[in-house]
């Protein structure tokens, strides 16, 4: 199945903290000399968005806003000892203007860019050989270095009345596996994940199934189950359609970009060395 991998846009950390900053509203977290703590401080803090502040314990909560209590403190002390007039500052400021108007541009310019229901479409047909699923399989294995032994866990599945809850309980016991643990699962794999004698044995296989003769790889002597199959198929246009989008949008937007660039060079004066 294709893979797409979309490019981000050029993007500055420091610009898109500042962008974000004009979305989020203050909340009721309180304030420093009359500044607002707000979501953007909390978020900044945590530095990770996967934190949900409102579900921190109280404690936590507190070391958080804190911190942000501190920093609006250190803040103000560093803009009224005059820091704005130190060069430095004047020098850093200056380079984060260019990056947030680049950022601000780039913006603006991909909102122009637009795809075509029939460009959608034309993409998919030209390349649905792209969008095939390969046959599916899930399964269990039991993996034994001796294949004596293995051939007797088979005997000993031939005489169980419940197959599958005994291949679980003899997977724990004997497998030496990573997945015997787990009863021996393996989870869902396309045919060609495994190695080739194990794929061909486990597709023959019918679902509720196992082998009735150890399998060798080179792994040792395996005896599989197949829990469940799925047949190859075709991903329809709709269930590709938004990352299609995806893609035909970021070719369009870097072509535009590279074309403007291209054309700025032929007007500028540049001199490398």
């Known amino acids: 199945m294709i893979k797409f991998k979309t490019k981000k846009i050029v993007t500055s950390i420091i610009a898109t903290l500042a962008i974000s900053a004009i979305s989020l509203n203050a909340a009721d977290y309180g304030s420093v000399n009359g500044e607002e703590i707000t979501k953007e401080d909390i978020a900044i803090a945590l530095r990770n968005p996967n934190i949900d502040f409102e ?7 507190n070391q958080v806003l804190d911190q942000i209590v501190e920093k609006k403190l250190l803040t103000e002390k560093a803009i009224k000892a005059g820091v704005s007039s130190d060069a430095k500052y004047k020098e850093t400021l200056a380079k984060f203007e260019k990056e947030l108007a680049l950022e601000i541009w780039m913006q603006n310019e991909a909102k122009k860019i637009k795809v075509s229901d029939k460009e959608l ?3 998919y047909d030209k390349n ?3 969008f095939n699923v390969p046959a599916t399989l899930e399964a269990r294995h039991i ?8 051939k007797d866990i088979i005997k000993t599945l ?3 009345k ?4 005994e291949f679980i309980k003899l997977a724990k016991e004997k497998s030496v596996g990573p997945s015997g643990p787990k009863g021996g699962y393996l989870g ?3 045919e060609n994940q495994m190695v080739a004698e194990f794929s061909k044995a486990a597709s023959a296989l019918k679902v509720g199934t196992y082998t009735k003769v150890p399998v060798k790889t080179q792994f040792g002597y395996h005896v599989i189950y197949l829990e469940g199959k799925e047949a190859p ?13 995806q893609v035909i949008f970021q070719e369009k937007f870097q072509d535009e970009i590279r074309a403007q660039a291209e054309e700025l060079k032929t007007k500028a004066k540049i001199i490398i060395k």
């Not at 993996?143 to 293995?150: G, P, Q, R």
């Not at 198929?233 to 989008?245: P, Q, Y």
């Open 55 to 61: 579900k921190l314990p109280k404690k936590s909560k």
């Open 143 to 150: 993996l034994i270095k001796d294949e004596k032994e293995a």
């Open 162 to 165: 419940d197959k599958k809850e």
């Open 128 to 130: 649905k050989d792209k």
């Open 121 to 123: 479409k034309d993409f």
């Open 158 to 160: 031939d005489k169980a």
């Open 188 to 190: 869902k794999f396309s």
């Open 233 to 245: 198929k075709t991903l329809t246009f709709d269930e590709v359609k938004g990352k299609i989008n």
